[in-house]
């Protein structure tokens, strides 16, 4: 876990501090798959900012994931760029002005990049944009294998709806 000190800061109002940081990572969970960042560990660049009335905290890297296609559960690799701002106010009055991920002046990267990334990952991971996905016949690869089953073997549905259309 990366976390950083701001004890050892102490900046005054006005001022502030840049640090290049190496960040580990931790695998997500998205739909049900598991996705790897790759190298997990990554270079990250931290800026904490002091205002008068609190603190400012921004980071910034990118990343890459591995992990299963969405349609077709092969592999599937996706870069995501972050760049995430947390605030904490000198005396806060709401918990909106306080961030999570700083504790007795400890700041856990580590998890604030987990959620970051969390938050920038598209709803789907797919191999490519126009990946064709699997068969929903028979489940084969159809980026692979393309193919059509012939019609007599439709679903059923599909040939009630025929039927009705005969008839209109
Ligand atoms: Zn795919
Ligand atoms: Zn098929």
Redesign the pocket.
Known sequence: MTSFNLRRLKLRPGEEHRESLEVDLEPFELGGQRYVPVPEQVPAELVVSRATTGTLFSLAFGTRLHGPCYRCLGDAVLDVEVAAREYQASSPEAEELTTPYLINDQLDVSAWARDAVALALPETILCRADCAGL?P??G?NLNEEP?E?AEEHGDPRWEALEALRDRL
Do not use: S
Request: charged share 35%; hydrophobic share 0%.
């Open positions: 068969c016949e028979c084969k193919h089953h």
